[in-house]
T-cell receptor, first 116, second 110 residues
Framework: DTAVSQTPKYLVTQMGNDKSIKCEQN?????MYWYKQDSKKFLKIMFS???????INETVPNRFSPKSPDKAHLNLHINSLELGDSAVYFC???????????????FGSGTRLTVV | KQEVTQIPAALSVPEGENLVLNCSFT??????LQWFRQDPGKGLTSLLL?????REQTSGRLNASLDKSSGRSTLYIAASQPGDSATYLC?????????FGTGTSLTVIP
């Protein structure tokens, strides 16, 4: 019973291609995130959606476009892939601040993207 | 902007030792702080979550403390085991998002 699932787990593609990574959570959380982990293992937020509404959009190239068809799904589409896009991309979800309690993050297992 | 620092960056200890990992943050206006474990090539597993109103949380051999006013948290691991070898990350929630530290890479030697 995977709580936050990402597909694919590995993605190897050529420069210039367009690719998508899918994320689904079955926890009933209302907020989902995309994080990028670089070669130095630093995690940086890219996007956050709350109930299908974009609430965080950090400075990332506009080649990256998130899409949230419903609150259980947050997909990441990347156009014109570049070598520097190679990284591990993590999806996460959380339940938004409610009654003074925040329940923290649940992460997916990551998608290792390699651009050649 | 919130900045999160973890010290040390790497730690190697013999099996059975007790150890402390440190996390510091610059903005004390946090909602909560979460400790994660990441195994090589794997995702992040949540270990402990401390709400801003709490001082500590315990789970098995793990104990996490939070001192909001000084901007510090510690993760105490008792009686370390080789299976504890991993990278440990702390994250603090400020505003709408979590800010991550750079992690401490722990190796427990049998």
């Amino acid at each position: 019973d995977t709580a936050v699932s990402q597909t694919p787990k590995y993605l190897v593609t050529q420069m210039g291609n367009d690719k998508s990574i899918k994320c689904e959570q079955n926890l009933g959380h209302d907020t989902m995130y995309w994080y990028k982990q670089d070669s130095k293992k630093f995690l940086k937020i890219m996007f956050s959606y709350n109930n299908k509404e974009l609430i965080i959009n950090e400075t990332v190239p506009n080649r990256f476009s998130p899409k949230s068809p419903d609150k259980a799904h947050l997909n990441l589409h990347i156009n014109s892939l570049e070598l520097g896009d190679s990284a591990v991309y993590f999806c996460a979800s959380s339940q938004s601040f409610r009654t003074g309690v925040d329940y923290g993050y649940t992460f997916g297992s990551g998608t290792r993207l390699t651009v050649v | 902007k919130q900045e999160v620092t973890q010290i040390p960056a790497a730690l190697s200890v013999p099996e059975g030792e007790n150890l402390v990992l440190n996390c510091s943050f610059t903005d004390s206006a946090i909602y909560n702080l979460q400790w994660f474990r990441q195994d090589p090539g794997k995702g992040l597993t949540s270990l402990l979550l401390i709400q801003s109103s709490q001082r500590e949380q315990t789970s098995g051999r793990l104990n996490a403390s939070l001192d909001k006013s000084s901007g510090r948290s510690t993760l105490y691991i008792a009686a370390s085991q080789p299976g504890d070898s991993a990278t440990y990350l702390c994250a603090v929630k400020t505003g709408n998002q979590f800010y991550f530290g750079t992690g401490t890479s722990l190796t427990v030697i049998p």
